[in-house]
């Protein structure tokens, strides 16, 4: 079986190691890839947004299977394409449909989902350009911290949590009135703050069954404690101690099968991931968000703990045969440390030689912001989360132990990464 995965970053290097290892997987191309992803595969300079280009070369190397990293090509309905396309039909697209892709591409449609289905999640409220002085007002009746959302898709970067009314009323503006994040802030959801601890929650579904993934808690700020500015995932750590089997059967009944029996009451068929960003408020679990594929950094993560052949669980998944996976997972933890570029998720320069990647051992390596140079035989960053370092322990403390000694062993100009993981989780 011909497999394309799309995207570039840690998430579909993690996609290509785990497929390569299936004896179904014929070759395997990643669009565009990067460093890593080149240890499994095939690179291939073809652009995820570019559909008809993405046809011509599924033709060409008779692609059976396409497993969509990234949100915008779901957004922009590359399912569709490829189910309504007479020659492409038949291809199977691990990924939902355009209209399911909303959970994850309009937070208003994502909150009035939960709110029609009664599926637990913050208070909220929507509002435009037209609606900005209720907006003002919705913020003065409620209690700080603010929180506004771009409706939109931001490159993870439109949620502010603010703490003075002030200050919240003027991004509503911003936001609103000068465009702050493009078009994805022509709405603005405001949300009740919940105060307590998140996680990342995966499920496969073929739109009746679902298999429940290994769940992760991811670090998305960039300072020491969480704090400073939101990046794309700054590491992750898989299994959640505090997510036993008390509080997923309460994720499970509360939240997992009424999304599905919700996008099945709405005619919403959805074939692919299912990202739940909860947050654990007290004992009770809430949805902060949906995304509609799988979590970067979680992949590095989740993914190495999957012992089953994936190719065969997406196999099922494309048959809605999900109901005859039977899902092994490795016991132990696995601890994943982000290393970044400096000035990243601001401004930071590429070209940086990453060196003592010979000095490794137990860990796996999963390039994002990574390129090879081929003239001169050396890998360089070529991005500002360069690449994730994992690594497994019987314990979250060895887990962590074992990817922090790995991640000191490499070095590029300006190399940065969080060095306290975990420290809000108690095993």
């Given amino acids: ?44 300079p073809v652009d995820p947004a570019d559909f008809e280009a993405m046809k011509t070369f599924v033709i060409e190397k008779e692609i059976d299977m396409v497993v969509v990293g990234p949100e915008v090509p779901l957004v922009n309905g590359i399912s569709d394409f ?23 591409g309009s937070k208003d449609f994502a909150k009035g989902f939960l709110k029609r289905h009664g599926i637990p999640t913050a208070d909220y409220g929507t509002f435009t350009a037209e609606t900005l002085q209720q907006g003002e007002k919705f913020l003065e009746n409620m209690q700080p911290p603010y929180v506004l959302k771009a409706d939109g898709l931001a490159a993870g970067k439109g949620v502010l949590i603010l703490n003075d ?24 959801v405001i949300e009740k703050y919940l105060d307590g601890i998140e996680l990342s929650v995966f499920i496969l579904t073929d739109g009746k069954n ?21 990046t794309g995932g700054m590491g992750s750590i898989s299994p959640v101690p505090f997510a036993n089997s008390e509080f997923m059967e309460k994720v499970e009944s509360r939240i997992i099968r009424p999304t ?95 060196r003592g990647l010979n000095n490794l051992n137990n860990c796996i390596v999963y390039y994002a912001g990574a390129s090879n140079d081929v003239e001169n035989n050396e890998i360089k960053t070529s991005g500002g989360r360069v690449m994730a370092i994992t690594s ?21 100009e300006g190399k940065y990464y969080r060095n306290d993981l975990g420290f809000d989780l108690k095993q």
């Fill in 1 to 44: 079986m011909n497999i394309l995965i799309l995207g570039s970053g840690g998430r579909e290097h993690a996609f290509a190691w785990k497929l390569a290892q299936s004896p179904k997987a014929g070759q395997i191309y990643i669009a565009p890839g990067n460093a890593g992803t080149a240890l499994a595969g095939i690179n291939v």
């Fill in 82 to 104: 490829f189910s309504k396309d007479k020659i492409l039909h038949d291809v199977t697209v691990i990924g939902p449909n355009s209209k399911a892709a909303q959970l994850e």
């Fill in 165 to 188: 009314l002030g200050e919240a009323k003027a991004e509503l503006r911003s936001m609103l009135l000068d465009a702050k994040f493009g078009k994805a802030s022509g709405k603005v």
């Fill in 210 to 230: 679902y298999v429940l993934l290994p769940e992760a808690k991811d670090y998305k700020r960039i300072g020491t404690g969480d704090t400073g500015l939101n």
């Fill in 260 to 354: 599905l029996y919700g996008l099945k009451q709405e005619n919403i068929h959805y074939q692919g991931f299912i990202f739940f960003g909860l947050i654990k408020s007290g004992d009770e679990p809430y949805v902060i968000e949906y995304n509609c594929r799988m979590g970067d950094p979680e992949a590095e993560t989740v993914i190495p703990r999957i012992k089953s052949d994936l190719l065969e669980i997406f196999e099922n998944l494309a048959k809605g045969t999900l109901d005859k996976t039977k899902l092994e997972v490795d016991e132990r933890y696995a601890a994943s440390v982000m290393l970044v570029s400096e000035g990243y998720p601001g401004n930071y320069q590429k070209g940086k030689i990453i």
């Fill in 392 to 412: 497994f322990g019987d314990s979250m403390s060895e887990a962590l132990k074992n990817a922090y000694a790995n991640a000191k062993q490499v070095d590029f």
